[in-house]
């Protein structure tokens, strides 16, 4: 099977602003909600979100990040994503403002794996967040993945992937394979997994410690 083209995506996404049942769906909610309380730290200076779809991770991540770049294959679901972020910050003005938590600076684009991936912008992100995404890949981008990650990985870099575990016609790679390409990125370390019937969660660090120890209280 081939690799699903932003035609594909174009459709569903123009057929609806939430074809998975993304924002009100209690596992997708839950998944966000584990997702970002494995986030190691409380604030990251600047994260990737390849496959951003509608942008329910990217609002999620918002209060933990100071700069996010989000894109996606369709640019049906860029529209929507960055019309929801607007929204959001209108409906919610405090949410993202100082006083509450800092502020977030988003920015979608369309992005097609591996060649809209942002190398060339010469960036640095301390958080990428790789979610319901390398499953479509063909095998040539998936192959390139982990080493586009590693160029773009700050020295205190921390990698999320999120997958779901079932099958699907559209699926070209096993969700257990596709992370454990990831324990292949040379000096990260796997520090955290979550796995359940339904979705595998992982993550990975440049610099393994306790987060009990940079707290001071281990």
């Known amino acids: 099977m081939r690799a699903m083209s932003s035609d594909y995506f174009d459709a569903l996404y123009q057929a609806s602003d939430d074809p998975w049942r993304i924002e009100d769906n209690?596992?997708?909610?839950?998944?966000?909600?584990?997702?970002?309380?494995?986030?190691?730290?409380?604030?990251?200076?600047?994260?990737?979100?390849?496959?951003?779809?509608?942008?329910?991770?990217?609002?999620?991540?918002?209060?933990?990040?100071?700069h996010i770049l989000a894109g996606d294959l369709a640019p049906a679901a860029v529209d929507i994503a960055r019309r929801r972020w607007q929204q959001y910050q209108q409906r919610q003005p405090n949410f993202f403002a100082p006083g509450h938590q800092p502020h977030c600076h988003a920015r979608f684009i369309d992005m097609t794996l591996p060649a809209d991936w942002p190398a060339h912008l010469g960036a640095s992100f301390d958080l990428i967040v790789i979610s319901e995404l390398a499953y479509y890949l063909d095998a040539a981008a998936l192959q390139r993945l982990p080493a586009l990650i590693n160029g773009s990985l700050a020295d205190d870099g921390v990698l999320l992937a999120c997958h779901w575990r079932h099958d699907f016609p559209q699926r070209l790679h096993d969700t257990a394979s596709i992370h454990a390409g990831f324990d292949n990125i040379p000096a990260l370390h796997r520090m955290a997994h979550y796995q359940d019937e339904d979705f595998l969660l992982d993550m990975w660090c440049r610099q393994p410690a306790s987060i009990a120890q940079q707290q001071g209280l281990a």
């Open 26 to 66: 209690w596992y997708e909610q839950r998944k966000r909600a584990l997702l970002t309380a494995m986030l190691p730290r409380r604030r990251f200076r600047n994260a990737l979100e390849p496959g951003c779809g509608t942008g329910e991770l990217t609002l999620a991540l918002g209060p933990h990040c100071d």
